[in-house]
């Protein structure tokens, strides 16, 4: 386990550059300059949330063809079918095209495959039937982009095939109508970090072009969800869209997501990014984890308040039931690693795991142990894995070297899936082992925390808080501020949480105190001593509709660890 993080500052300020952001105190000017931000007109635009930053779609490689084809099934009232995918970026896509085109006058229906029964992306079996069904235009939502044979076996049946996608663009490309992606060769839009959701946004907002009306911001809502559950960067472009999703939500408009705002404890008003991140997100991936992922689609999607409320509880019992086997996964794959001799890569596959946690006890094990992580399901013939990685280490392109022995694969540069024969697991093992072994032989595997700034109790205020709340919404390529202070006196502390995992502390510099939460960091009580330094963010807390400030505390450490 990593006992202790590197802290470091994000941003080393040269000369003069917090004195030319004019107009803001020299906190605030650190805070922008962390994002880039380097003069005040940029500045005043980038807190300006009154400010459209939408991009034409038709940048997009592909989009007149897609839209042409797309219009051309209204108009002859073809059936068309929105392929999607069972996590919350998949779903909240398929909710947006099929709910956008319905609003159009289009004969759609949906197809989300069962994570259990056929995997990930596009399968003959599935499309076969939806071809018999009568379906004559599939569209892809969040996948498609490598299923070469899969798109010709669509096409070989009669379908045209129009792909929307954001994962990185394999070798041989599908035989589709027309592909969009942003990652293909030729293609000249801006933003290359959109989601699966922010692409089928953009595919509508093009069909609504073409029919003389305006961008379908209605349908932002499931953008921002869909956008911050696939932790994709929260700049440019992408920032707006979650900003005016963010929007949308609080508005209350939708009974399915008010509904799960409700058994998250939240209210409608009050959903900030965190929310999406850490309340209706998961709720959302816990169907296609669990269960089906159409308990979620069918909650998007629902119009009656009644029906929203129970489908919003049944998706919150099926989030109790993910933790409980995440935990349950995690306990496992920890028991096999040697923690005094951690190798590079840590590999794991076992017909015990649960299939639809792979991916989070990855995730957690990459957080405990700083290592790319690789967590398989051994099934009959074949394992299905789920990898995570650290940023100095890029997944996919290690994926892609042994490709030769994966049945399929996909994904981003810190996380990918894919499928291998349990004949050649073994030799897989080694291969990307080795692999790992030699990128990451130089490289000191210890995590950093970054932080925008040195400060002081006297410089947490409202304002400050206030200014963080228009450099909103936060996520990743654009995190919260975090701050580091040294010399702090720990008033009292507790242990809080299942098992004490989290610390409940009061802590004082010159006479101010501040009520902080540190998170997973239970097992430091006895290490503290009286005086320490804190890596932390600034919140706002509301308890009985009143508010206080808060410290969420990232990392502690005992007083004079840090270089002065």
Sequence with gaps: MIEQKNWRLRVQYEEGQIERLEGFSPLEAKLLLARGIQDPQKAWSFIDKDIITLENPFDILGME?????????????????VYGDYDADGVTATALLLTGLKDLGADVSTYIPDRFKEGYGLNDKAIEKLASEGSSLLITVDCGIRAVDEVGFAVDLGMDVIITDHHKVGDVIPPAVVIL?????????????LAGVGMAFKLL?????????????????FVAIGSVADMVHLTG???????????????GERPGINGLIDVCGYRIGEIDAMKIAFGLGPRINAAGRIASA?????????????LAKQRALDLDGLNKTRQDLTAETRKLVRDEIDKDDLPPIILA?????????????????????????????????????????????????????CSHNLVRFGGHDAAAGFTVRNDVLEEFHKEIFQIAEEELADVDLVPSL???????????????????????PFGFGNPAPSYCTKNVRIQNKRRVGTDGAHLKITLVQDNRFFDAIAFRLGDRYDSLGDNVDVL?????????????????????????????
Excluded: C
Aim: a negative charge.
């Design 349 to 401: 596959a076992s017909s015990e795991y649960h299939e639809g946690i792979l991916g989070l006890t990855a995730s957690r094990i990459v957080d405990e142990f700083y290592r790319p992580t690789i967590i398989g399901r051994r099934g009959e013939e074949f394992t299905r894995a789920s990898a995570r990685s650290i940023p100095e280490f890029n997944i996919i392109a290690a994926l892609q070297r």
């Design 205 to 221: 907002h093009g069909v609504m072009i073409r029919k003389g009306r305006g961008a379908p911001v209605e349908y932002l809502d």
């Design 181 to 193: 992606d942003p990652h293909q060769d030729g293609d000249l839009s801006q933003n290359k970090n």
């Design 450 to 472: 970054s932080f925008e700034a040195y400060v002081s109790f006297s410089d947490l205020d409202w304002d400050l808080l206030h200014f963080q709340d228009k450099l909103e």
């Design 536 to 564: 932390f963010r600034l919140e706002r807390n509301v308890f009985r509709g009143s508010e206080s400030l808060q410290l969420n505390v990232l990392d502690v450490r005992n007083e004079g660890s840090l270089a002065s």
């Design 294 to 306: 159409n308990a979620a689609l069918d909650l998007l999607i629902e119009r009656d308040d009644d």
């Design 65 to 81: 063809v897609a839209v042409d084809r797309i219009l051309k099934a209204l108009e002859s009232s073809e059936r068309i079918v």
């Design 237 to 251: 472009e992408n920032r707006f869209l979650v900003r005016e999703g963010l929007k949308r939500i609080n508005l």
